[in-house]
C-alpha cells in the first residue's frame, strides 16, 4: 500500500540515504567561498529586507509557527520545512547544501554523453531546457522547480538564454563552492560551470560573433564545445513543494515554499530528456525553419516529436517518477516514484555481507533491496548513478554504439586500492579518478545527518479559524476504528514496529498489532514499512515485475560492489507466467483472448520489492512503486494543473489513488502504448545505418526465400518421374545459390519495380547461364529450369508488399503499439526483434508474442496487483482511509 521509498532521478538521482542523526561530529562546517555565485557586486549590493526578530533560545525550542512568514525576506536561510532552517547545526548544513547544490562533478559525464550524442548524430545538450523566455512554463511543461530570486527572459555573457540570477536577500546564507557546486542555471537541481576545454582562443572567437556561435553550438552540441556545461544535482529530481507550505505559483516558489525530502511528484522527466526540455534531440524540426531549412532563431526547435520512438519512450512516463537505470541501462524500461525521505535514522536494520565478504548492519534502500552495503555505501553510490567520476563510470556502462555490455563499477579501483602499476594504468586514463569519491566519503555523513532531520507532514497541522484539525475526521471512533483496520490488513508489513519474538498464530499476531496501534507512541518514529524484500508475485501483492527485475546489482553488473551477497543469494522465483490482455487493449489486432508468457525468471538478486513507506501518504498519491495506481496531477490539456500541489488538490490525488488501491476493479487497464505511428531513428541518423543494415540482411533473405518458394513450386509440378525430382532439386538449388549475390545488388535498388527488374533480369541471365554450363546435354532438365523463370517472376510479384516494406529506410512502430514490447528487450535481442518486427507487422498477436518470449521482463500492465484490502467492506475501507490521512 502506498507508494515506495526507493529509487529516484533521471540522471539517476536515486539518492538513497538513511542515516542516524550523526550531528555535527562527523564533518567540519560547510565550505564557503569568496568567489562563488553571488560574490559580485551586484549581489552584496542588494539591499536585503530587515530581519525579522527570530526566538531566543535553543534551536530546538523554536516554533516556526511563531514567525510571520510574510515578513521573512526570500533567502535560502528560511529554507527548510517545519521549521529546520532554525535548527541545523553546521554539519547538517553541509549535508543540505551538498544534497541540493553539489553535482560531484557529474558535468564532465554530461559533456561526454553530448559528445558521444554527435557522434550518433543525437543531440543532447542543456541549453534549451535551461531557456530563460520559458521559465513561466517549465513547471506545468515539466514539473521543474525554479530557484527563487531570478529573473527570466535574460541573456547571459556569451549568448545563450539563461536566467539571471538576483542575488540573495542575506548573502552569506547562499552557499558558494564553485568546484562542486559550480553557478545557479535559474532551475534549482541544474547547475553551470566552466568548460575547461574551452580555450582563450574559443572565448575570442565566440565573443567576436556571439549570436553565430550560440548558433553553431546548438545545431551541432556534441561538435562545439560550449564556454560553460551543465552537471545535475540531487535536487533535480527531489526538490518539489512544501505539501503544508505551497507557493501561490508554482512559477515563483519562495525557498520557504520548497522542500527535499518527498521527491518531486510532478517532475515529467521523460519529457524533460526527450520531449518539451529538448535536452535530447533538441534540433530536430525547426518551428520556423528558413530556405535552408534552418530557423532564424536556433532555439526554434520543437525537438523530437511524436513520430519518433525515443519521444513515445519519454511521453509516456509517469509524473513523478525516475528511471534510474536511464544510464546504467537494464533493458528494462521501470521508471519508479522519487524517494521519500522520512525518519531515516529509523529504518529497520539488516545483517548482511558484502562482497568483500565484511559482515555488517545495513538497511535495504532501493526499491528491489538491492543498495544492502551500508548507508554511507548507499550515499556513496548514488552521486555515481548522476556522473560522477565520469569519464571511469561512462567506461563501464553499456555502448549503444558497440554494443559493449556493462561491467562493474569497482571501489577498489575508484579509490585506487590496487596494485602500483594498475594505479598508474588508471591515472593515466582517467587523470582526476578518485576527486569525486574522495569528496563524497568526506561529505556523506553530513547528508545522512541532514536526511535523518526529515519527519512527516502531518495533515492535522492545517487547522480552521477555531484550531481544529481541517482535513481529518473529527469522529474519534471512525478513526479509531481505520487503526484497527490498519493493524488487521497492514501493520504486518507496514511498520518497523514488529514483534520482538516469534508470533506463531494469526490471533496472536492480530492482538498485538491491535494493542500497538492504540498506542500514541506509534507514528512516531515508525517508517511504515518493515523493509523486508518480497517477491513481487506473492499472493495479494503480484505488481508490475519490471523494477524488481533490474539487472544492476547481480555479480557482472554496473552496481556489484554496492549489493551484498545476501542480496545476491535471494532465491530464483523460477518459472514464472505473465498474462497480458492486450485482447482488451485492441480485440481487432489482438484477438479475444489474453497472452500468456512463460518466463524463468533468472536470480542472482532479482524480482523482490522490499515494502514501500506510508508516510505522509496523503501528499504523494498516485501509488505504487510506478505511480500508476489513482490520476495523475494533469489538467485536460496535458499538462500539469497547479491545483495538485495544493493541499486541497493532493487529497483529491490521494483520494483517487485510494479508491482505486482498495477496489482494484475500478482501475483502468494501464499498458503503455505509442500515440502515434513512430520510427527507432527518428531524431537519430547514424543509427539509420545500423537499422537499414539488419533490414538488408532481411531483405536477401526474403529474396533468398522466393528463389525457395518458386523452386519447391517448380519440382512439386514437374511432369517427371520421381527419381529425377531430387537432381532437379539440387540443380535449381545451385542455381538459387549462384544468385545470392546478384539479388544483394537488387536489394540496393531504390524502388520497388527496380528491385524486381534487377532480380527478374539476374534470374533469368543466370539461369540461361546455368543450364547452358551444366545441362546442355539434358533436354528434359533444361526445359524444367526454364520454366523456374517465369515461376520466380510470379512469386516475387506475389511478395511485392513484403519486398516493399524492406526498401523503407527506417522501421515503423504503429500507432497503440505497446512500448515495452521493445524496451524490454536486451540489446543482444534486437536483431532478432527488428525481423520479427518486418516479418509480423500484418499479424500483430504473432508478434506480439514473438517480442513477449524475447522479452527480459514480459509484463505489460503497469498498475496490476496490490489487492490487500479489497475484500473490506464498504465503511472498513473509508475507515482506513481516514486513519491514513493522520499518518
Same mark, same amino acid.
Given at each position: 500500500?502506498? +507508494? ?7 540522471? $539517476? ?18 565550505? +564557503? ?11 552584496? %549590493?542588494? *539591499? ?9 533560545? $535553543? ?43 553539489? !553535482?560531484? $562533478? ?78 545557479? !542555471? ?15 582562443? /574559443? ?12 548558433? @553553431?553550438?546548438? %545545431? ?145 534502500? #532501493? ?55 594498475? +594505479? ?11 576527486? &569525486? ?5 568526506? +561529505? =556523506? ?14 495533515? *492535522? ?14 469522529? =474519534? ?71 524488481? /527485475? ?14 551484498? !551477497? ?7 522465483? @523460477? ?19 489474453? /497472452? ?37 496531477? #494533469? ?29 482494484? %476493479?475500478?482501475?483502468? #487497464? ?13 531524431? /537519430? ?6 537499422? &537499414? ?16 518458394? *518458386? ?47 534487377? &532480380? ?38 506475389? %511478395? =511485392? ?34 525481423? *520479427? ?51
Amino acid at each position: 500500500m502506498g +507508494r515506495a521509498i526507493l529509487t529516484s532521478a533521471t540522471a $539517476g538521482c536515486v539518492l538513497l540515504v538513511a542515516a542516524l542523526g550523526l550531528g555535527g561530529r562527523l564533518a567540519g562546517p560547510a565550505a +564557503r567561498a569568496d568567489d562563488g555565485p553571488g560574490a559580485g557586486k551586484a549581489a552584496r %549590493e542588494d *539591499a536585503a529586507p530587515a530581519r525579522p526578530q527570530e526566538p531566543r533560545g $535553543g534551536p530546538h525550542d523554536f516554533d516556526p509557527r511563531r514567525v510571520d512568514r510574510a515578513k521573512l525576506p526570500d533567502s535560502f536561510k528560511y529554507y527548510g520545512p517545519n521549521g529546520l532552517w532554525a535548527r541545523w547545526d553546521s554539519t547538517q548544513k553541509l549535508g543540505r547544501d551538498t544534497w541540493i547544490f553539489s !553535482t560531484y $562533478g557529474n558535468q564532465k559525464f554530461y559533456r561526454i554523453l553530448g559528445r558521444f550524442g554527435g557522434s550518433l548524430g543525437l543531440s543532447i545538450d542543456f541549453y534549451r531546457l535551461l531557456d530563460s523566455r520559458r521559465r513561466g512554463e517549465r513547471f506545468k511543461e515539466i514539473g521543474l522547480i525554479n530557484e527563487p530570486n531570478f529573473q527570466g527572459g535574460t541573456q547571459d555573457e556569451w549568448g545563450f538564454y539563461v536566467d539571471k540570477w538576483l542575488g540573495d536577500p542575506i548573502p552569506e546564507e547562499y552557499p558558494r563552492d564553485p568546484r562542486w557546486y559550480g553557478e545557479p !542555471t535559474g532551475i534549482i537541481g541544474l547547475r553551470m560551470f566552466p568548460n575547461p576545454a574551452f580555450t582563450p582562443e /574559443m572565448a575570442r572567437a565566440w565573443k567576436a560573433d556571439p549570436a553565430g556561435s550560440v548558433r @553553431r553550438y546548438l %545545431e551541432a552540441p556534441g561538435k562545439v564545445e560550449p564556454p560553460r556545461v551543465v552537471g545535475i544535482t540531487c535536487a533535480l529530481c527531489h526538490i518539489a513543494f512544501d505539501p503544508l507550505n505551497p507557493p501561490k505559483d508554482p512559477a515563483s516558489p519562495r525557498w520557504e515554499n520548497l522542500a527535499a525530502n518527498l521527491g518531486n511528484q510532478y517532475l515529467r522527466e521523460g519529457d524533460l530528456f526527450f520531449g518539451k526540455g529538448r535536452v535530447a534531440g533538441g534540433g530536430a524540426n525547426p518551428r520556423h525553419p528558413g530556405p535552408d531549412g534552418r530557423p532564424d532563431d536556433p532555439y526554434d526547435t520543437e525537438g523530437l516529436k511524436a513520430d519518433s520512438f525515443l519521444y513515445q519512450y519519454g511521453h509516456t512516463q509517469q509524473p513523478g517518477t525516475s528511471e534510474t537505470s536511464r544510464f546504467s541501462y537494464d533493458f528494462i524500461n521501470n521508471p519508479n516514484t522519487i524517494n521519500q525521505i522520512f525518519y531515516i535514522g529509523n529504518r529497520a536494520p539488516f545483517h548482511e555481507t558484502t562482497r568483500d565478504g565484511v559482515k555488517l548492519i545495513t538497511n535495504h534502500i #532501493l526499491k528491489d533491496g538491492a543498495d544492502s552495503i551500508g548507508l554511507i555505501g548507499a550515499l556513496l553510490r548514488v552521486p555515481i548513478n548522476i556522473g560522477a567520476e565520469g569519464d571511469y563510470w561512462a567506461d563501464h556502462l553499456w555502448n549503444p554504439a558497440t554494443g559493449e555490455q556493462q561491467k562493474p563499477f569497482s571501489i577498489r579501483e575508484v579509490k585506487l586500492e590496487v596494485p602500483e602499476a594498475r +594505479r598508474k594504468e588508471l591515472r593515466a586514463k582517467y587523470p582526476e579518478i578518485g576527486e &569525486a569519491w574522495k569528496e563524497n566519503e568526506r +561529505r =556523506a555523513p553530513a547528508v545522512a545527518s541532514y536526511l535523518a532531520s526529515y519527519t512527516p507532514y502531518h495533515l *492535522a497541522d492545517i487547522r480552521d479559524d477555531q484550531g481544529r484539525p481541517r482535513h481529518i475526521s473529527r469522529d =474519534a471512533d471512525q478513526l479509531r476504528r481505520g487503526a484497527l483496520v490498519f493493524a488487521d490488513q497492514c501493520a504486518r508489513c507496514h511498520s518497523n514496529k514488529q514483534p520482538f519474538y516469534p508470533l506463531t498464530s494469526e490471533d496472536d499476531r492480530r492482538r498485538f498489532f491491535r494493542e500497538l496501534v492504540t498506542l500514541d507512541q506509534f507514528p512516531v518514529g515508525n517508517t511504515f514499512s518493515d523493509d523486508v524484500r518480497y517477491p513481487f508475485n506473492e499472493p495479494g501483492l503480484g505488481i508490475n515485475a519490471a523494477r524488481a /527485475m533490474a539487472t544492476n546489482a547481480v555479480d557482472g553488473d554496473i552496481w556489484a560492489d554496492f549489493s551484498s !551477497t545476501d542480496y545476491k543469494a535471494l532465491p530464483a522465483l @523460477r518459472f514464472l507466467t505473465f498474462e497480458n490482455p492486450l485482447n482488451k487493449l485492441d480485440p481487432a489486432r489482438y484477438g479475444n483472448s489474453p /497472452m500468456v508468457t512463460e518466463f524463468v525468471a533468472p536470480g542472482g538478486g532479482r524480482g523482490y520489492y522490499r515494502t514501500a513507506a506510508l508516510n505522509s501518504m496523503w501528499t504523494s498519491a498516485p501509488f505504487l512503486h510506478n505511480n500508476s495506481v489513482g490520476k495523475q496531477p #494533469l489538467g485536460p490539456d496535458g499538462e500539469l494543473d497547479p491545483r495538485y500541489i495544493t493541499v486541497e488538490g493532493r487529497l483529491e490525488l490521494f483520494e483517487s489513488a485510494m479508491d482505486e488501491l482498495l477496489n482494484p %476493479e475500478k482501475r483502468p #487497464l494501464f499498458i503503455k502504448v505509442t500515440s502515434a505511428d513512430s520510427t527507432l531513428t527518428a531524431g /537519430m541518423p547514424a543509427l539509420k545505418e545500423q537499422v &537499414a543494415s539488419i533490414v538488408r540482411d532481411l531483405a536477401r533473405e526474403k529474396l533468398s526465400e522466393v528463389i525457395r518458394r *518458386a523452386v519447391g513450386e517448380v519440382v512439386a509440378a514437374a511432369d517427371v518421374p520421381a527419381e529425377l525430382k531430387p537432381t532437379l532439386a539440387i540443380a535449381l538449388q545451385d542455381l538459387a545459390d549462384r544468385l545470392a549475390p546478384e539479388l544483394e545488388k537488387a536489394y540496393g535498388k531504390k524502388t520497388l519495380e527496380e528491385v524486381k527488374q534487377k &532480380a527478374v533480369e539476374s534470374v533469368r541471365e543466370k539461369a540461361d547461364a546455368f543450364v547452358a554450363e551444366k545441362l546442355g546435354d539434358r533436354p528434359a532438365l533444361r526445359e524444367l529450369v526454364g520454366k523456374f523463370k517465369p515461376k520466380f517472376e510470379q512469386v516475387l510479384s506475389a %511478395e =511485392a508488399a513484403d519486398l516493399k516494406d524492406l526498401l523503407e529506410p527506417d522501421v515503423v512502430i504503429p500507432k497503440g503499439t505497446p512500448l515495452n514490447l521493445l524496451l524490454n528487450l536486451h540489446s543482444s535481442k534486437f536483431p532478432y526483434a527488428l525481423k *520479427a518486427i518486418v516479418k509480423l507487422k500484418h499479424d500483430h498477436r504473432a508478434l506480439a508474442e514473438a517480442l513477449l518470449r524475447l522479452s527480459e521482463c514480459p509484463d505489460l500492465v503497469e498498475n496490476r496487483g496490490h489487492t490487500y484490502g479489497s475484500e473490506l467492506s464498504s465503511q472498513e475501507k473509508r475507515d482506513l482511509i481516514e486513519y491514513l490521512k493522520t499518518l
